[in-house]
């Protein structure tokens, strides 16, 4: 079982719709990052939620922390090309040592 | 600031051979972390360096090792090279542990 689950796992829609992905856990988290993962690169941090109800926005991406700090979305507005990638969520373990990765969700933006 | 850079950035071995790969980190971060990431697997956390010292290590076989020089700079060694070593090899560095991580390009390594 893993520590983060992430839905859906592909994602496939045309440019200009919207869109959310999840990112779930039993597990409290005392933060949690969202990554975007382009073809044979590194992940790039998007941003870094901390507070339980939390809510973050860059440009057209809207990251929410659950009141809870267990799970986490984030919302595409409008979503281009350039949008296109593997998005990641990822957080320390409950020992704090181990920085771990949800799968991710693939998403693929048609122009 | 310069990012993180990893050398090199393709490398293609032979089974049983061993490799070793080199991270530098962003000016100024002690802290170092190697993972792996593969299709099937998804990204998995190798081990961390901090100040020289290994802090955490993930669930690998001791073929896998690594360490960290007094500039930060760092690099992992993988002995033995299995097929199913093949994967793309991420380093991170951050300003301290436990803080946010900040990814290089990686090192896609192809064992045949």
């Known amino acids: 079982t893993q520590l983060l689950e992430q839905s859906p796992q592909f994602l496939s829609i045309q440019e200009g719709e919207n869109l959310t992905v999840y990112c779930n856990s039993s597990?409290?988290?005392?933060?949690l990052q969202w990554y975007r993962q382009e073809p044979g690169e590194g992940p790039v941090l998007l941003v870094t939620?901390?507070?339980?109800?939390e809510v973050k926005k860059l440009k057209r991406l809207t990251f929410q922390f659950g009141d809870a700090r267990k799970d986490s979305s984030l919302h595409i507005t409008a979503a281009q090309p350039g949008d296109t990638g593997l998005y990641l969520c990822?957080?320390?373990?409950?020992?704090?040592?181990?920085?771990?990765f949800g799968p991710g969700t693939r998403l693929s933006v048609l122009p | 600031k310069a990012g993180v850079t990893q050398t090199p950035r393709y490398l293609i071995k032979t089974r049983g051979q061993q490799v070793t790969l080199s991270c530098s980190p962003i000016?100024?971060?002690?802290?170092v972390s190697w993972y792996q990431q593969t299709p099937g697997q998804g990204l998995q956390f190798l081990f961390e360096?901090?100040?020289?010292?290994?802090?955490n290590k993930g669930n690998f076989p001791g073929r896998f090792s690594g360490r960290q020089f007094s500039n930060s700079r760092s690099e992992m060694n993988v002995s033995t090279l299995e097929l199913g070593d093949s994967a793309l090899y991420l380093c991170?560095?951050?300003?301290?542990?436990?803080?946010?991580?900040?990814f290089g390009p990686g090192t896609r390594l192809l064992v045949l």
């Open positions: 939620v901390v507070t339980g109800g």
């Open positions: 990822a957080a320390y373990d409950n020992y704090g040592q181990n920085f771990v």
């Open positions: 360096y901090f100040s020289e010292t290994q802090r």
């Open positions: 991170a560095s951050s300003h301290n542990s436990q803080e946010t991580q900040y």
């Open positions: 597990s409290v988290f005392s933060s």
């Open positions: 000016s100024g971060h002690r802290s």
